[in-house]
């Protein structure tokens, strides 16, 4: 155990809920000026908050093409970025996509999202991880319930709770194709999880999650309490999540697709520290640690360049 974690977990203690101990909005939500109050508190009392037509039509259609077009792209299929379905070789997710495509990265830099970011974490940041997230219909499977901070701090070293995930929806999200779940309040507890985590625990756990799930006595406890959401909406919306709100997705058996781009950005004051327990670190397309710099926001408003 490492001593002063204040959020320990995979240690050879059981299951246990920790009271979060960091804030979720930063400097009062005054760092920039992107959100209202009244969003500003809705995502300090949910863990969560969905923009409505962020991105119009056409920025949509140029941000799904280029997906698209990785996720057909020989060279990006042979890489390890990209990750393979459970039982199947359709690709599930794309990861540093905001390097491996020009338009993403001008997605990742867009004012839209960035200046959101920047308030609710309360300064600069840069972006921790990004991916494709690709759920196809009659055979997309599912994402189980899971914390992502409790894998960035065990298996990252990410220190605290100041990152903030963003997911820009690329195609309709509805009530059939698998939508985000989240749990709303579930990111004011920390769940320590059960289970010692093998080595390289990634090459497995980008595909199908065994280390770091929840039980299922927290589990009941957080979704009675809090409920569940689905974060359904048109194509072009955006869901801003906490690090660590407690979420999930069905499996996509419908025919429409579902498909969106997947950034975090983490504050530059809680760059990541060497992972918990002697584990090697991650690759670097799946935790950033070669470059901690600031991102400059895009002088263009569009992404459609």
């Given at each position: 155990m490492t001593m002063g974690d204040l959020y320990v977990s995979r240690t050879d203690r059981g299951?246990?809920?920790?009271?979060?101990?960091?804030?979720?909005?930063?400097?009062?939500?005054?760092?920039?000026?992107?959100?209202?109050?009244?969003?500003?508190?809705?995502?300090?009392?949910d863990g969560f908050i969905m923009l409505d037509g962020v991105f119009d039509e056409t920025e949509v259609e140029g941000l799904l093409d280029e997906v698209k077009r990785m996720s057909l792209d020989d060279e990006i299929a042979?890489?390890?970025?990209?990750?393979?379905?459970?039982?199947?070789?359709a690709v599930r997710s794309i990861f540093r996509v905001h390097e491996l495509s020009d338009r993403i990265a001008a997605l990742a830099r867009d004012p839209r999202l960035l200046?959101?970011?920047?308030?609710?974490?309360?300064?600069?940041?840069y972006i921790h991880q990004s991916r494709a997230n690709m759920k196809p219909g009659f055979k997309g499977k599912e994402f189980y319930w899971h914390s992502d901070f409790e894998t960035w701090h065990v298996e990252d070293g990410m220190p605290n709770m100041?990152?903030?995930?963003?997911?820009?929806?690329?195609?309709?999200?509805?009530?059939?194709?698998?939508?985000?779940?989240?749990i709303p309040g579930s990111h004011?507890?920390?769940?320590?999880?059960?289970?010692?985590?093998?080595?390289e625990n990634y090459k497995k756990s980008l595909r199908a999650q065994e280390y770091g799930v929840p039980d299922p006595l927290s589990l009941?406890?957080?979704?009675?309490?809090?409920?569940?959401?689905?974060?359904?909406?048109?194509?072009?919306?955006?869901?801003f999540f906490d690090c660590n709100a407690m979420h999930g997705s069905t499996g996509n058996i419908s025919p429409w697709p579902r498909a969106n781009v997947f950034?975090?950005?983490?504050?530059?004051?809680?760059?990541?520290?060497?992972?918990?327990?002697?584990?090697?670190?991650?690759?670097?397309?799946i935790a950033t640690r070669k470059d901690f710099s600031p991102l400059e926001p895009a002088e263009s408003t569009s992404v459609v360049a």
């Open positions: 299951a246990a809920i920790i009271a979060r101990q960091d804030p979720v909005v930063y400097e009062g939500g005054t760092y920039a000026d992107a959100l209202d109050s009244e969003k500003i508190e809705s995502y300090n009392r042979g890489m390890d970025e990209a990750i393979r379905e459970p039982g199947s070789d200046h959101v970011a920047r308030q609710i974490l309360g300064s600069e940041v100041r990152a903030v995930s963003c997911s820009v929806l690329l195609t309709d999200n509805n009530d059939c194709n698998g939508p985000l779940m989240l004011m507890q920390f769940i320590s999880c059960q289970g010692e985590t093998p080595d009941q406890m957080l979704a009675d309490q809090g409920g569940i959401r689905q974060m359904t909406g048109k194509a072009g919306s955006v869901v950034m975090v950005y983490n504050s530059v004051e809680n760059a990541l520290n060497p992972p918990k327990y002697g584990l090697k670190p991650r690759p670097e397309y």
